[in-house]
């Protein structure tokens, strides 16, 4: 199982990024994906997941309304959409699965068997 996130980098308040998250080594579309966010000094934390049909998704609340994710199945790959980006937004951001088909606890980092390479979200004028 190998998860690749990309698209992170150096933004100014209020603009916007997405970030990919691209599987491999599993069927992906049987499983539910998450991206979780871990800043220096603090605790990781689960930003959103998204069930494996995409019929599902779920956010913390920090960043509902700004955030969106979504998946193309045929192409391995979950998007995570960012606008309206703060500075606490900034962290190393990671995608997860290995929890099954739904999002069932999703925001706690041990529910998740397989993890990704963070990439960087700088949010900083």
């Known amino acids: 199982v190998q998860l690749q996130a990309s698209g992170g980098g150096l933004v100014q308040p209020g603009g916007s990024l997405r970030l990919s998250c691209a599987g491999s080594?599993?069927?992906?579309?049987?499983?539910?994906i998450a991206w979780f966010r871990q800043a220096p000094g603090k605790e990781r934390e689960g930003v959103s997941c998204?069930?494996?049909?995409?019929?599902?998704?779920d956010y913390v609340d920090s960043v509902k309304g700004r955030f969106t994710i979504a998946r193309d199945n045929a192409e391995n790959t979950v998007y995570l959409q960012m606008n309206s980006l703060k500075p606490g937004d900034t962290a190393v951001y990671s995608c997860?699965?290995?929890?099954?088909?739904?999002?069932?606890?999703?925001?706690?980092?041990?529910?998740?068997?397989?993890w990704g390479q963070g990439t960087q979200v700088t949010v900083s004028s």
């Open positions: 997860a699965t290995g929890l099954g088909r739904l999002c069932l606890r999703w925001h706690l980092s041990a529910t998740w068997r397989n």
């Open positions: 080594g599993f069927t992906f579309d049987d499983y539910a």
């Open positions: 998204i069930s494996s049909t995409g019929n599902s998704v």
